[in-house]
C-alpha cells in the first residue's frame, strides 16, 4: 500500500534526524526490552506510585511484568554493570522503542495515542556541573532536531517534573490551537512556563485593618454571590477549597484568595500525594460553603495557605457556621503566623514574576521534554561506581524523550493546505516528482524511466 510506504518513509527520516543530533553529543544507540520485570519497577518505587496508565500484567509463570512506558529502571539497570568506575563516565545511551501508555482517551491523531514510537535517552554524570552543561548540549541538540524537521513555531519552556521526578525540566512545545497544554508566556521578558508550574505577580489589596464583624449570609455558598451580595470584589475574599489526599487520614484544606484557582499540579507535588475533590464536608464535621480559617479547621484538616493571602487584610471569608461569614478577616491578626506556599493557577492578564509586564495564556502541542533526575532512579537501584578518591559514589542522571509520531503529527499541523500536508523538504518522502505526461509514447515513457533510474542510483 502506497500510503503506508510513505508514512514510513517520512517516520524513518525523522528518526534519521534525531540519531544524526544524538550521535554528535556522543550518544550511543541501544534497544531496551518493552516488556520489563516488575521488580525493577518496584524497586525505584514506581510500580506502586504511577497511577493506571501503567500497564501490569502477570506472565505465564505467574511473575509480575510491566509494559514499557519509559525507561528509567530498565536503562539503569542495564547501566550499572557496564559503567562501575568513575573512567566510564559521562556516557549517554538512547534507544527509539515502541512505548505503551494505558490511556483513557486517545484523541488527536498522532497527538495522545496508547501505543507509540519515542526516542529516549538517559545521561549518567559524577556531578551536577557536568549533567548541567550536558543538560545544555541536548537542549540546542534538540532545537537543531525540530529546526532540521521543518518546524518554526516551537518554545521550550519550564515544567513540571511530574513522575519522572527530578529538580530540572524543560518540554519543547509547538505553539497552536490545536493543543492541549496551556502556557504562560510573556511577550516583553521572553518568560515561557507551562500552566502547572508557572508563576505570577498579584495585584494587592490595599486596605487597612478593621474590627472583626459577623455578617449573615443566608444561602451564600459562592464566591460570585458573596461578592455580589456584599457588593465587593472577588479578590477581598478568602476561599476555602477541598481535597482527599491519597495516603493521608485528614482532608487537604487550601485558602486562597477568591479570584482565583488552585492549580493542582503545584498541590500535588507539595504534598506529594495524588488528590481528589472532597465530596463530604460535613463528615468531617465542616459547613460546606461557609469554611473559613480558625484552630478547629486547622485541626480537622491539613491546612495550606496560598501566597496569595500574604499581607492581605480586611478580608471576607467564611464564619465556619451556616449562613454566616466573617467581615474584616486579617490572617495574621485573627489567625496567627503561617508558613505560605504558592499553589494557584496563573491567569490571562496577570503580572510577569520577572518584569512585571502583562502574561499571555497559549495552547501548545507537547513534541520532546528534558529533565534533570539527579539520583532519583541510581539510587534507589543500588547503582554506584568507584569515585577518583577510591569511595563508591552514586551517579546522577538526565532524561530526554521526543515522541518521533508526535513531531510528524505536528510538521503536518503546522505545514498544510486545504489539500492535505506540505511535507518540508527534510522530511518529504521523495524529494523530486517525475510525472510522465504521455506513458503511451515508448519514448516518452522509456526517458521518463531512465531519469527515475538514474536519479535513484546517484542518490
Known amino acids: 500500500n502506497s500510503k503506508i510506504k510513505i508514512c514510513f518513509m517520512k517516520h524513518r527520516k ?58 528509567e529502571e530498565a536503562v539503569v539497570h542495564l547501566a550499572q554493570s557496564e559503567a562501575k568506575s568513575y573512567l566510564n563516565y559521562p556516557f549517554m545511551v538512547y534507544q527509539i522503542q515502541t512505548k505503551f501508555r494505558d490511556e483513557p482517551r486517545a484523541r488527536g491523531g498522532l497527538i495522545r495515542v496508547r501505543e507509540f514510537t519515542m526516542k529516549d535517552a538517559y545521561s549518567f554524570h559524577t556531578s551536577q556541573e557536568d549533567l548541567e552543561q550536558y543538560y545544555d548540549q541536548v537542549y540546542k541538540a534538540y532545537e537543531n532536531v525540530f529546526e532540521r524537521a521543518g518546524l518554526r513555531n516551537t518554545a521550550s519552556i519550564c515544567s513540571d517534573t511530574g513522575m519522572m521526578g527530578g529538580t530540572k525540566a524543560h518540554e519543547f512545545m509547538l505553539l497552536s490551537p490545536a493543543g492541549e497544554d496551556t502556557i504562560v508566556i510573556c511577550e516583553h521578558c521572553g518568560y515561557k ?55 493521608r487520614e485528614k482532608p487537604v484544606a487550601v485558602f486562597i484568595r477568591g479570584d482565583l484557582q488552585v492549580n493542582e499540579s503545584k498541590l500535588k507535588n507539595l504534598i506529594k500525594a495524588e488528590i481528589k475533590e472532597l465530596t463530604d464536608p460535613y463528615k468531617f464535621g465542616l459547613v460546606e460553603g461557609f469554611i473559613g480559617p480558625d484552630k478547629n479547621v486547622a485541626d480537622i484538616c491539613d491546612v495550606i495557605f496560598d501566597e496569595s493571602l500574604k499581607n492581605e487584610k480586611n478580608m471576607i471569608c467564611g464564619a465556619n457556621k451556616e449562613d454566616y461569614h466573617l467581615k474584616g478577616f486579617s490572617l495574621e491578626r485573627d489567625f496567627g503566623k503561617v508558613n505560605f506556599e504558592e499553589v494557584s493557577k496563573v491567569e490571562m492578564g496577570q503580572k510577569c514574576s520577572f518584569c512585571g509586564e502583562k502574561l499571555t495564556l497559549s495552547r501548545g502541542i507537547e513534541i520532546g521534554n528534558i529533565f534533570q533526575l539527579g539520583s532519583k532512579y541510581t539510587q534507589s537501584m543500588d547503582m554506584s561506581y568507584t569515585a577518583t578518591n577510591g569511595k563508591s559514589e552514586i551517579p546522577i542522571m538526565g532524561c530526554y524523550g521526543i515522541g518521533v509520531g508526535r ?36 519514448d516518452v515513457k522509456k526517458a521518463g524511466f531512465d531519469l527515475f533510474n538514474n536519479l535513484k542510483n546517484k542518490y
Request: charged residues 30%; proline residues 3%.
Open 14 to 71: 525523522i528518526e534519521k534526524i534525531i540519531r544524526q543530533e544524538m550521535d554528535k553529543i556522543g550518544g550511543q544507540e541501544v534497544l531496551l526490552p518493552v516488556v520489563i520485570p516488575a521488580e525493577l519497577w518496584k524497586k525505584s518505587g514506581r510500580f506502586e506510585s504511577v497511577g493506571s496508565e501503567l500497564l501490569r500484567f502477570k506472565d505465564r509463570c505467574y511473575r509480575d511484568m510491566v509494559l514499557g512506558m519509559t525507561h
Open 193 to 247: 512556563a507551562n500552566m502547572e508550574v508557572a508563576v505570577s505577580e498579584l495585584d494587592k489589596n490595599i486596605s487597612a485593618e478593621t474590627n472583626l464583624e459577623e455578617v449573615l449570609t443566608e444561602n451564600i455558598k459562592t464566591i460570585d454571590d458573596l461578592a455580589k451580595f456584599l457588593n465587593i470584589e472577588k479578590k477581598s475574599t478568602i476561599k476555602a477549597v477541598l481535597y482527599a489526599a491519597e495516603g
Open 407 to 442: 513531531l510528524m503529527a505536528c510538521i503536518v499541523e503546522e505545514n498544510h493546505d486545504d489539500y492535505g500536508p506540505i511535507w518540508p523538504k527534510s522530511v518529504a518522502p521523495w524529494q523530486v516528482h517525475i510525472c510522465i505526461l504521455k506513458i503511451s509514447d515508448e
